[in-house]
């Protein structure tokens, strides 16, 4: 089985600041990777996904992120955020080939004005 | 708008009570996904639906029955439920089980007192 973790519990940053939030998984074999974002009081929204090809992926709301399979990485990342980024957010991992999703603990993004 | 409704939005019950969770997808998905959301945990995954066939079940206390009745159609069941089962209960949808993307519907926040 994976593990996903996501080692920011709570993120807080300011208006129009950069933001990354971080993502390892344990699997050494192709990977699927997902962010999601979870807005209060609302079901989790696909943010963005890798699938294959090119590692940097860019996904809604102007985040993107990057995949590094020697880290088992796929970081979160968003150059100024606004107001309206404040939510939680999700990483999740399927296994090429695989059943299931395994998903993160979450990381709570605080966007301060 | 994901494509995924949960109804009702909030439910609080006494452990005595016995109520229904529905879900509905008008996405044309062959597979539904019934997962259970904890504060501070990782989303749990309780049951899988794959073409109106029960392919998962997480150990899942019998407290908890699903029923999916057809594709889109996803209903879990409820009696005799404990505080500990107080959670947001989420359901989600992809196109066949193992498939690469899920969407999710709102969720329906569960108090059992």
């Known amino acids: 089985a994976q593990s996903v973790t996501q080692l920011d519990s709570q993120v807080p940053v300011f208006e129009e600041a950069p933001v990354e939030l971080r993502c390892n998984y344990s699997?050494?074999?192709?990977?699927?990777l997902f962010w999601y974002v979870q807005y209060p009081n609302q079901g989790l929204q696909l943010l963005l996904k890798y699938l294959s090809g090119s590692t940097l992926v860019k996904g809604i709301n102007g985040f993107e992120a990057e995949f590094n399979k020697s880290q088992t990485s796929f970081h979160l990342r968003k150059p100024s955020v606004h107001i309206s980024d404040t939510a939680e957010y999700f990483c999740a991992v399927s296994e090429v080939g695989g059943n299931q999703f395994y998903f993160g603990t979450g990381t709570s993004l605080t966007v301060i004005p | 708008e994901t494509g995924v409704t949960q109804t009702p939005r909030h439910l609080v019950m006494g452990m005595t009570n016995k109520k229904s969770l529905k879900c509905e997808q008008h996405l044309g998905h062959n597979a539904m996904y019934w997962y259970k959301q904890s504060a501070k945990k990782p989303l749990e995954l309780m049951f899988v639906y794959n073409f109106k066939e029960q392919t998962e079940n997480n150990s899942v206390p019998s407290r908890f029955s699903p029923e999916c009745p057809n594709s889109s159609h996803l209903f879990l069941h409820l009696h005799t439920l404990q505080p500990e089962d107080s959670a947001l209960y989420l359901c989600?949808?992809?196109?066949?089980?193992?498939?690469?993307?899920?969407?999710f519907g709102a969720g329906t926040r569960l108090s059992v007192l």
């Open positions: 989600a949808s992809s196109q066949e089980w193992g498939g690469n993307i899920q969407y």
């Open positions: 699997s050494s074999v192709s990977v699927y």
